[in-house]
């Protein structure tokens, strides 16, 4: 029954974005491209604000935290440095009627067997080769038991730079980033250079990475192709356990803030960690449409070893000179690393509500304010002249300040709906009353409730109900 839930709710979330103009798959006209999504008029908006609240926080109302938008394609030997090229691969699985491909990980995990990373190739068949015996191993999609052993699968996304004769040569590959950290400390020390930054201070940026993820499913929970907002904080290592728990507070504080209820997230504490790091804790949101908690942000102490790496590899000093204390030292960093994409995903399942309206089903999305792709739309009663021209007087004056949307087509019950499923907060209606009293009626999204307010009124009004 849960799993049945999971599906319906997973439905119904990506019918509603596909059409509402939310989310479309990519390339749909050429039968799409697997986990690769487009993200339609109110979707960009939707992530739009939600990257906006996110740099507000980390960046603008902070004095540590400066800003940078780092290239995706960067040296090749970054990834060797930073240990991508030789060890960022997953184990997988193919089945050999259907063609699926699957993590040999993700399904030892279905039988309680629990594996890392570091789990050697071989140690990760001789567990498949047994579950093979046992006739437990099946294909997840078909029930094939013809599935193939475990191998090495590559998530790094290679592409070129140079002349189209020297494409196939090893020194022009190149690969897209698989995380936007990597940008950040390769330009740490022109930002302590530039900005006369001192520690503690951090590096933030919003932008796309890139894995050729053996399982992409779920919507845009897992993509091939999906934005990050990661901030970089370096400094003493004796500072680590202080601003660690500072930076944790902060970002859970922020959940709260724009509408996610505390029972419906939850921390993850990592018990087997990379070998650099010394913490590790993820936040988790619970999703209806994944059926259970998943994580959307990490917050890991790294230690030393990025800047370390690159100052060896690259053979430029990335110290850190404290000239108060006269001490010369390559700062610790502190890392917190959201996808974009998964913060869409889990304000549209934290948003999406059904509820009875008389005798009919009211879906609408519960959108925290701020976040809401559109604040109001202005809703003619009629298309009369007498009535479009005011209206379109009033969101011309309103869309200076907020996203307003103009829509005089179909009944207004079902303009109404239509405003409901994307979230819109606030509904103008100008009535044939506007023309005596000069006054509409604002319609409240999650209560509808209703109230008159004077046309001259209005941008003042919804000033303090948006802010």
């Known amino acids: 029954m849960a799993n049945e839930n999971k599906q319906e709710m997973m439905e119904k979330i990506a019918s509603l974005c596909k059409r509402r103009g939310f989310v479309y798959p990519s390339s749909e006209i050429y039968g799409g491209m697997q986990a690769i999504y487009d993200y339609g008029h109110y979707g960009i908006l939707l992530k739009n604000n939600i990257r906006d609240a996110w740099w507000r926080a980390m960046v603008q109302l902070r004095d540590d935290v ?172 004796d500072m680590m356990k202080d601003r660690y728990g500072h930076w944790k507070v902060e970002r859970w504080k922020w959940y709260l803030e724009y509408g996610i209820a505390e029972d419906k997230i939850r921390w993850y504490k990592h018990e087997k960690l990379a070998h650099y790091a010394s913490e590790a804790f993820d936040i988790e949101y619970d999703f209806k449409a994944l059926g259970g908690f998943k994580e959307i942000e990490g917050i890991h102490a790294r230690g030393d070893w990025d800047l370390s790496q690159h100052s060896k590899f690259s053979g430029v000093d990335l110290s850190y000179f404290d000239q108060e204390k006269n001490e010369k030292f390559i700062p610790h960093i502190m890392e917190t690393s959201v996808g974009l994409g998964r913060l869409v995903f889990m304000f549209l399942d934290q948003a999406y509500t059904e509820e009875m309206v008389g005798e009919e089903t009211r879906v609408v999305l519960k959108l925290d304010k701020r976040l809401a792709p559109v604040k109001v739309a202005i809703l003619p009663l009629s298309k009369k002249e007498e009535l479009t021209g005011p209206a379109k007087e009033i969101w011309n004056t309103l869309k200076q300040n907020f996203m307003a949307e103009y829509d005089e087509t179909q009944s207004i019950g079902k303009r109404y709906r239509r405003q409901d499923e994307i979230g819109a907060p606030y509904c103008v209606t100008v009535d044939f009353e506007t023309l005596n009293d000069q006054a509409v009626t604002v319609r409240d999204r999650d209560t509808m409730a209703q109230e008159r307010i004077k046309i001259s009124e209005l941008e003042d009004y919804f000033k303090g109900k948006l802010n």
């Not at 993700?106 to 047994?130: A, C, Q, R, S, Y």
Request: glycine share 6%; proline share 5%.
């Open 66 to 237: 400066v800003g940078l938008d780092s290239a995706i394609f960067m040296h090749p030997t970054t990834w060797v440095a930073s240990g991508h090229v030789g060890g960022f691969n997953d184990p997988q699985v193919d089945c050999k009627k259907c063609k699926s491909r699957f993590r040999a990980d993700h399904l030892l995990e279905e039988f309680g067997v629990i594996i890392d990373d570091k789990t050697p190739i071989e140690e990760l068949n001789k567990n498949l080769d047994k579950l093979r015996d046992e006739k437990k191993l099946k294909c997840p999609n078909c029930g094939s038991t013809d599935l193939t052993p475990a191998k090495v699968f590559s998530l790094m996304v290679k592409s070129n730079i140079g002349s189209p004769t020297d494409e196939l040569k090893e020194e022009n590959v190149v690969y897209l980033r698989p995380e936007t950290c990597g940008g950040i400390y390769l330009e740490y020390k022109n930002t302590v250079d530039s900005l006369h930054k001192k520690l503690p201070f951090g590096i933030a940026q919003v932008g796309k990475a890139f894995r050729n993820e053996i399982v992409a499913r779920q919507f845009i929970f897992r993509t091939r192709e999906f934005e990050q907002m990661e901030m970089q904080y370096f400094l003493h290592p």
